[in-house]
């Protein structure tokens, strides 16, 4: 079974770190594009990276220059390094991606379960 999964969620302190990483298990043929969302209390879920080729990626404004998303394709992983975190970057974070299970004709989406991150001031 095709699932994702996500860790690398905790809390920290403004301006601080964090790598969070996605991984997909199970049957896959093929993983096309992987993205980060992110969901802050009572706002909608935001699209904050996404990669492709390690030369296609796209990175929201709000956290231009402070994250950087990266991909293992050998081994199935995505992963969301932050830096200088804010406050305002508080939010559970989601592992989206379109992928073809094996057995399958089509890619399909699958998201991950979230994974917390909290930014204290």
């Known amino acids: 079974q095709v699932q994702l999964v996500e860790s690398g969620g905790g809390l920290v302190q403004a301006g601080g770190s964090r790598r969070l990483s996605c991984t997909a298990s199970g049957s896959i043929l093929n993983i096309g594009r992987m993205a980060w969302y992110r969901q802050a209390p009572g706002k909608e879920r935001e699209l904050v990276a996404t990669i492709t080729t390690p030369d296609y990626t796209f990175t929201a404004d709000s956290v231009k220059g402070r994250f950087t998303i990266s991909r293992d394709y050998a081994r199935n992983v995505m992963y969301l390094q932050m830096n200088s975190l804010k406050p305002e970057d508080t939010a559970v974070y989601f592992c989206?991606?379109?992928?073809?299970?094996?057995?399958?004709?089509?890619?399909?989406?699958?998201w991950g379960q979230g994974t917390q991150v909290t930014v204290s001031s």
């Open positions: 989206n991606a379109f992928l073809r299970p094996q057995g399958e004709n089509s890619n399909r989406q699958y």
